[in-house]
């Protein structure tokens, strides 16, 4: 398939915003830059083109897809009800980085929900993600745009390594903000429940909400047999070539255990302040202090682990909370749970 790269610098190239509208409302694919990461947008109310993104990534079937949406007038059409909460939650964090699970209309293809009676709805502030999806008229179902199981997309350079030649278009923008994937918060438990951390942090949420349940999945391996309240969280996800070791301690404690088992394969995935004193190759994802620099950085460094050729990656773990839960959330997938403590 001939894949049309889309340049774009700005919401106001209506040429641009036209060819990406069009290749959607022909059912087309087309991968779309947000505040978050890349997605890889279909027309939602399409089944048959939502089938296609599975196949172009590579998805398996059951793990269902985020609804974008521009304005809140376009969430009736997706949703059975819009309880108060999610009101409060969209008049607080939307358009921003956080997805919302709501019971789902008829509306909604069983593609996009894999199955469930539940829809991901959530509004990108991407000024071009939000042009694309008024220009097209459609809410726009999106997974990241990588191949299924390696690190999302936060530049337009990572997408076309991934999907050209497997997707209609991508509209090539600048490197995405926030670096990971959005917060995925249930509200239909009681109470709420967080099913994937990400840049709106549980603090912001419980502002809103009063008191969350954190789903274990996001720090711990599921057990084979256990019951999963969101179908991503059970596969092996943004995973380099390279392995990846998570290190849990203090800066002292990784730099030494780094360079007493580092060799010339090795590379240490480290903060700023650390990369001076390590023996071996180093990437550095941020500042010690400074999550939101992790997240920006995270995924383009585990893509870069394999530019290199790198057989063994000691990634120093960020802090639990804050923005660091997603940071950490996203690496100890990286190193299929493999933590030292340092
Ligand atoms: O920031 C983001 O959310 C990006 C951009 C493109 O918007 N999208 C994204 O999509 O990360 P994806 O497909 O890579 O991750 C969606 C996550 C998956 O873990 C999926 O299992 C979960 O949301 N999910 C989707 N629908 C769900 C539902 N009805 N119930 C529970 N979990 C759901
Ligand atoms: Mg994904």
Redesign the pocket.
């Given at each position: 398939m001939n894949t049309k790269l889309i340049e774009i610098e700005n919401e106001k190239d209506e040429a641009a915003l036209a060819q990406a509208a069009e290749l959607l409302q022909n059912g087309g694919l087309c991968a779309i830059p947000?505040e978050?990461?890349?997605?890889?947008a279909a027309n939602a109310f399409d089944g048959a083109a939502v089938a296609r993104i599975f196949e172009a990534k590579g998805?398996p079937a059951d793990?269902?897809?985020?609804v974008?949406i521009a304005d809140l007038d376009m969430l009736s059409d997706l949703v059975r009800e819009v309880p108060q909460s999610a009101l409060e939650l969209a008049r607080a964090y939307w358009p921003g980085?956080l997805?919302m699970?709501l019971p789902?209309s008829d509306r909604i293809p069983h593609e996009v929900?894999?199955g469930?009676d539940?829809?991901?709805v959530?509004m990108?502030s991407h000024p071009i993600a939000a042009a694309i999806i008024r220009k097209s008229g459609l809410p726009l179902a999106?997974?990241?745009?990588n191949l299924s199981g390696s690190p999302?997309p936060t530049t337009a350079a990572h997408v076309v390594a991934d999907l050209r030649g497997r997707v209609e278009g991508i509209v090539c923008a600048d490197d995405c903000g926030v670096g990971v994937?959005?917060t995925?918060v249930?509200l239909c438990t009681q109470p709420p429940r967080l099913?994937?951390p990400?840049a709106i942090t549980v603090e912001m949420l419980e502002k809103v909400l009063g008191k969350i349940d954190v789903d274990d999945a996001i720090l711990h391996q599921l057990k084979a047999d256990a019951k999963v309240?969101?179908?991503?969280?059970k596969y092996k996800h943004y995973a380099p070539k390279a392995k990846v070791i998570l290190c849990d301690g203090t800066c002292e404690g990784y730099i030494h255990y780094v360079n007493t088992h580092a060799d010339a394969a090795t590379c240490a995935l480290c903060f700023a302040e650390e990369a001076a004193q390590l023996s071996c190759k180093t990437l550095v994802y941020g500042s010690l202090a400074d999550d939101a620099a992790q997240a920006h950085a995270l995924f383009d460094a585990l893509r870069q682990l394999d530019a290199m050729g790198i057989q063994i990656a000691y990634a120093h773990a960020p802090r639990k909370s804050g923005v660091g839960l997603a940071v950490y959330n996203r690496l100890i997938r990286a190193a299929a749970f493999e933590v030292v403590q340092v």
């Amino acid at each position: 398939m001939n894949t049309k790269l889309i340049e774009i610098e700005n919401e106001k190239d209506e040429a641009a915003l036209a060819q990406a509208a069009e290749l959607l409302q022909n059912g087309g694919l087309c991968a779309i830059p947000t505040e978050t990461v890349y997605g890889l947008a279909a027309n939602a109310f399409d089944g048959a083109a939502v089938a296609r993104i599975f196949e172009a990534k590579g998805r398996p079937a059951d793990n269902p897809l985020i609804v974008h949406i521009a304005d809140l007038d376009m969430l009736s059409d997706l949703v059975r009800e819009v309880p108060q909460s999610a009101l409060e939650l969209a008049r607080a964090y939307w358009p921003g980085p956080l997805t919302m699970i709501l019971p789902k209309s008829d509306r909604i293809p069983h593609e996009v929900s894999a199955g469930l009676d539940t829809v991901a709805v959530r509004m990108p502030s991407h000024p071009i993600a939000a042009a694309i999806i008024r220009k097209s008229g459609l809410p726009l179902a999106a997974p990241s745009a990588n191949l299924s199981g390696s690190p999302s997309p936060t530049t337009a350079a990572h997408v076309v390594a991934d999907l050209r030649g497997r997707v209609e278009g991508i509209v090539c923008a600048d490197d995405c903000g926030v670096g990971v994937e959005s917060t995925v918060v249930t509200l239909c438990t009681q109470p709420p429940r967080l099913l994937r951390p990400g840049a709106i942090t549980v603090e912001m949420l419980e502002k809103v909400l009063g008191k969350i349940d954190v789903d274990d999945a996001i720090l711990h391996q599921l057990k084979a047999d256990a019951k999963v309240s969101s179908p991503g969280m059970k596969y092996k996800h943004y995973a380099p070539k390279a392995k990846v070791i998570l290190c849990d301690g203090t800066c002292e404690g990784y730099i030494h255990y780094v360079n007493t088992h580092a060799d010339a394969a090795t590379c240490a995935l480290c903060f700023a302040e650390e990369a001076a004193q390590l023996s071996c190759k180093t990437l550095v994802y941020g500042s010690l202090a400074d999550d939101a620099a992790q997240a920006h950085a995270l995924f383009d460094a585990l893509r870069q682990l394999d530019a290199m050729g790198i057989q063994i990656a000691y990634a120093h773990a960020p802090r639990k909370s804050g923005v660091g839960l997603a940071v950490y959330n996203r690496l100890i997938r990286a190193a299929a749970f493999e933590v030292v403590q340092v």
